[in-house]
């Protein structure tokens, strides 16, 4: 059957290009990068120059990026690293209502330790304006965490102005910022967001699943979650994933490389989406912001069940999401949109679709003609 893949904020298919190199390192650079002899030597050359290439790409120093399991554990680390070192300074934290379950439920994990955490609210478009963040900032805040793009709706996050705002305000409290959906894709640069700590994942660019990284800048320090060996200077012991981060790196090198270019491609597609949903199926509402993400769209389509829709494509080889992936197997309702002011029936009925630069357009049209007709089939179902 023909296959139309548009569920790449879940994760992405790994190419050609990536997985050969992954191949190489699994059997010929096989050594322990922390081993004397050559053979470690060589993975070690590996996982450096895998450093530098996305150090490079974030313009940050090379001894600034860390290694981990994915942007799950960059996410875990990173918060609860610095909020448990810097406890003595103060135990007020700030976070968003959208954030990925990996960042709310680690501020929710500090709750129990005795912090107290800050949700933000957003907009309708899903934004989270910087006045909220400063009125939000008490004596004894130490860290604020803000996404750059949010996983769901695209919506972009005005991170460079947050950072602005909060270091004048008070250049001690930390500022990390989950880049896992956008990296690759928009430019992230933490110097010009002020930010201290960044997370990354290598399966949203292409890349493998379970590899990931986090930016932390120099002189900041944080308590590892993992007890171990002095891998990744201590801040994540364990033997290096020595193929997954060569693959990231190569992931990391091709969409930097060709960013605006496949910017260009997937905002066309999205366009080209968001256009014959609305001109084909009448009452759909879009979910989101007018410059949202390039590679993300999410809409309700009244009447239908998202879940009812994502399995009728399938049908025909197509793959789509409600919401979140992480929230699909989950039966409450996506907590970016109830934050985003929808109603329990908006977010039922809600779709997200999201594209990759290796989508064409023809694909999109294939969608297209497969969700009108399923859509106008449920809903004279749905009537009856
Ligand atoms: C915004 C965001 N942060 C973090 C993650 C978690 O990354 P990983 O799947 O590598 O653990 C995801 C994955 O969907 C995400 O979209």
Same mark, same amino acid.
């Given at each position: %059957?023909?296959?139309?893949?548009?569920?790449?904020?879940?994760?992405?298919?790994?190419?050609?290009?990536?997985?050969?190199? %992954?191949?190489?390192?699994?059997?010929?650079?096989?050594?322990?990068?922390?081993?004397?002899?050559?053979?470690?030597?060589?993975?070690?050359?590996?996982?450096?120059?895998?450093?530098?290439?996305?150090?490079?790409?974030?313009?940050?120093?090379?001894?600034?990026?860390?290694?981990?399991?994915?942007?799950?554990?960059?996410?875990?680390?990173?918060?609860?690293?610095?909020?448990?070192?810097?406890?003595?300074?103060?135990?007020?934290?700030?976070?968003?209502? /959208?954030?990925?379950?990996?960042? =709310?439920?680690?501020?929710?994990?500090?709750?129990?330790?005795?912090?107290?955490?800050?949700?933000?609210?957003?907009?309708?478009?899903?934004?989270?304006?910087?006045?909220?963040?400063?009125?939000?900032?008490?004596?004894?805040?130490?860290?604020? $965490?803000? %996404?750059?793009?949010?996983?769901?709706?695209?919506?972009?996050?005005?991170?460079?102005?947050?950072?602005?705002?909060?270091?004048?305000?008070?250049?001690?409290?930390?500022?990390?910022?989950?880049?896992?959906?956008?990296?690759?894709?928009?430019?992230?640069?933490?110097?010009?967001?002020?930010?201290? =700590?960044?997370?990354?994942?290598?399966?949203?660019?292409?890349?493998?699943?379970?590899?990931?990284?986090?930016?932390?800048?120099?002189?900041? =320090?944080?308590?590892?979650? =993992?007890?171990?060996?002095?891998?990744?200077?201590?801040?994540?012991?364990?033997?290096?994933?020595?193929?997954?981060?060569?693959?990231?790196? +190569?992931?990391?090198?091709?969409?930097?490389?060709?960013?605006?270019?496949?910017?260009?491609? %997937?905002?066309?597609?999205?366009?080209?989406?968001?256009?014959?949903?609305?001109?084909?199926?009448?009452?759909?509402?879009?979910?989101?912001?007018?410059?949202?993400?390039?590679?993300?769209? $999410?809409?309700?389509?009244?009447?239908?069940?998202?879940?009812?829709?994502?399995?009728?494509?399938?049908?025909?080889?197509?793959?789509?999401?409600?919401?979140?992936?992480?929230? $699909?197997?989950?039966?409450?309702?996506?907590?970016?949109?109830?934050?985003?002011?929808?109603?329990?029936?908006? /977010? +039922?009925?809600?779709?997200?679709?999201?594209?990759?630069?290796?989508?064409?357009?023809?694909?999109?049209?294939?969608?297209?003609?497969?969700?009108?007709?399923?859509?106008?089939?449920?809903?004279?179902?749905?009537?009856?």
């Amino acid at each position: %059957m023909r296959e139309v893949y548009l569920d790449n904020s879940a994760t992405t298919q790994v190419t050609p290009g990536v997985a050969a190199v %992954m191949q190489e390192v699994l059997t010929e650079t096989y050594g322990n990068p922390s081993s004397l002899h050559r053979k470690g030597v060589a993975a070690e050359r590996v996982i450096t120059s895998a450093r530098r290439v996305l150090a490079g790409a974030c313009a940050v120093k090379e001894g600034e990026i860390y290694f981990t399991s994915g942007g799950t554990e960059a996410n875990n680390t990173v918060i609860k690293g610095v909020a448990r070192r810097r406890r003595r300074r103060g135990t007020h934290l700030i976070t968003t209502k /959208i954030e990925h379950p990996s960042v =709310l439920y680690a501020y929710r994990a500090l709750e129990e330790e005795g912090f107290q955490v800050t949700y933000l609210d957003v907009d309708r478009e899903g934004l989270v304006h910087p006045e909220k963040v400063i009125a939000a900032l008490r004596e004894d805040t130490i860290l604020v $965490s803000v %996404m750059h793009v949010n996983n769901e709706v695209g919506s972009v996050q005005p991170v460079a102005e947050i950072g602005k705002r909060l270091k004048t305000a008070n250049k001690e409290i930390l500022f990390h910022v989950d880049a896992v959906q956008s990296f690759g894709k928009l430019p992230v640069l933490p110097g010009n967001w002020q930010a201290d =700590l960044i997370s990354f994942s290598a399966h949203k660019i292409h890349g493998p699943k379970g590899v990931g990284a986090f930016y932390c800048k120099g002189g900041v =320090l944080l308590e590892p979650l =993992l007890h171990g060996g002095d891998q990744e200077k201590g801040f994540r012991p364990g033997t290096e994933n020595t193929a997954g981060i060569a693959g990231f790196a +190569e992931a990391a090198q091709i969409a930097v490389q060709k960013q605006e270019e496949n910017n260009r491609l %997937m905002a066309n597609l999205r366009q080209r989406m968001l256009a014959g949903i609305m001109e084909a199926i009448p009452d759909v509402f879009y979910n989101g912001q007018a410059g949202a993400a390039p590679h993300i769209l $999410s809409v309700t389509i009244s009447g239908i069940k998202g879940e009812v829709l994502v399995h009728a494509l399938e049908e025909h080889g197509i793959y789509i999401s409600t919401g979140s992936a992480c929230h $699909s197997h989950r039966a409450d309702p996506s907590h970016v949109l109830l934050a985003m002011g929808r109603a329990e029936k908006e /977010i +039922e009925a809600s779709l997200r679709f999201s594209f990759s630069p290796y989508n064409t357009e023809e694909e999109i049209d294939y969608t297209l003609e497969k969700l009108r007709d399923n859509a106008a089939n449920l809903r004279l179902f749905t009537r009856r």
